[in-house]
């Protein structure tokens, strides 16, 4: 009796794992696959889908159906924002690629700058009014050439007129980054609230992250504040969900 799509997709996820088939290669061809198992293409199309839209598998033109490579990043929870790093020139996003074993160079992370008017989560997150300008600077952040996320924050002109922020050239703003440059405008971060949410991507999101049939995106929503609870920074980050596993460690409040 011919197996369905789902008993096929069970058996090619199986030799993924037990790696007959490793991260970086490529699965035989279709008709190979369908010879193999006793099945007709559509059968091999349709589960070979089924593990595209769980990550396990990316089509790329004119070469096949490629096994994704490369385990999760770690992402640092409160650890990436340690003082000790940023204040000694090493950025949030380099932290992470330390703890995960990965190399990172300052031009991993490419962005562009921009005044616009702010929505109303970024108004409402810097205690101004919708439609006030704030500067725009959006990054998109690759480990060996591939995208993984987005990152892209808002300021008050008053506070970062002049600075590195507003430099769109490639890399971090300077060796500590943006929050260097807000302690030497005298707004040292101090605190920071951070929030999460998936969902499926946008046309865009697909595009930008190069984003396999299926995979959802994870949405970080960021204030950081003063000590004396100015907000001097609202972020918004869209991540591939199968790039990162999110890491937090903590003091159990009393």
Known sequence: MAIGHREL???????????VYPPG?????????????GVNVKTVRQAVGLLAAEGLV?????????????PPMKRLGIERYAKSKWKFGLVAFAADREASGREWKPTDQTQTVELTEADAITADALGIEPGSPVYARARLVKDAGTPTHTLTSY??????????????EPGPAGRGGGFQVLTLQGLEPHHMRESFHSRMPTPEEIATLELPQGE???????????????PVESATGVHAASRFTWTYEFVIPE
Do not use: C, M, W
Request: charge should be positive.
């Open 216 to 230: 959802p995106v994870v949405v970080l929503h960021r204030t950081t504040f003063t000590e004396d609870g100015r």
């Open 155 to 168: 300021y008050r002109p008053e506070d970062v007129e002049g600075t590195p922020l507003v430099n769109p």
């Open 9 to 19: 997709a069970d058996r090619l996820r199986e030799d993924i794992q037990r790696g």
């Open 58 to 70: 990316t089509p790329v033109r004119r070469r096949g159906t490629v096994v994704r490579s490369r």
């Open 25 to 37: 290669s490529t699965l035989p061809k279709q008709d190979e696959l369908a010879a193999e198992h």
